[in-house]
């Protein structure tokens, strides 16, 4: 076998069986929590769509979480110390909204060896597997796609050199 179809069906073995046997999949869940909902708006009532957030634990100095609100204004978050918690909202363009919500103890309670969290209801579970997807069938159809197309390629070659000799 000449080098060049060597490196080349290395190449191509090498992309073909990375992209169907390495990857992986991932999956989530949506769960409904009894969690707060931070909404942020400007006075004529328009939501600060995409404004970073951060929120500020009570007694802390680091933020708890930060990120940015949704399109209309929302961000959701479960807390898990009891206090007043400090949010600042900004738009970035010189609005900044700062707030502070006190903690019950019916919303937050942290977990421990002796009590654990109370099972929300599932919602729905997203996946960019397809259903009922089995991973050795996925390697094998790959494996065997690669070998029909080396199979193919060799057979036309052999053929080439049949006719010319």
């Not at 029909?148 to 057979?155: A, S, T, V």
Request: proline share 5%; charged share 15%; glycine share 10%.
């Amino acid at each position: 076998m000449q080098p060049t179809t060597m490196l080349i069906s290395a190449i191509l073995i090498t992309l073909l069986n990375g992209s169907l046997g390495w990857c992986h999949g991932v999956m989530g869940t949506v769960n409904e929590i009894n969690a707060y909902c931070i909404t942020a708006m400007y006075d004529d009532g328009e939501p600060m769509s995409y404004a970073k957030i951060e929120i500020m634990a009570p007694e802390t100095t680091i933020p708890f979480q930060s990120g940015h609100t949704d399109r209309n204004g929302s961000f959701v978050i479960n807390t898990d110390i009891h206090g007043t918690w400090h949010v600042v909202v900004s738009d970035g363009m010189g609005h900044q909204l700062t707030l502070d919500f006190p903690v019950e103890s019916d919303k937050a309670a942290p977990l421990t060896s002796s009590r654990e969290a109370p099972q929300a209801p599932q919602k729905a579970i997203i996946s960019t597997l397809p259903n009922k997807t089995n991973r050795h069938l996925e390697i094998i159809c790959g494996l065997s796609l690669i070998f029909g197309l080396w199979g193919i390629l060799f057979g036309w070659k052999a053929r080439r050199c049949k006719i010319r000799g």
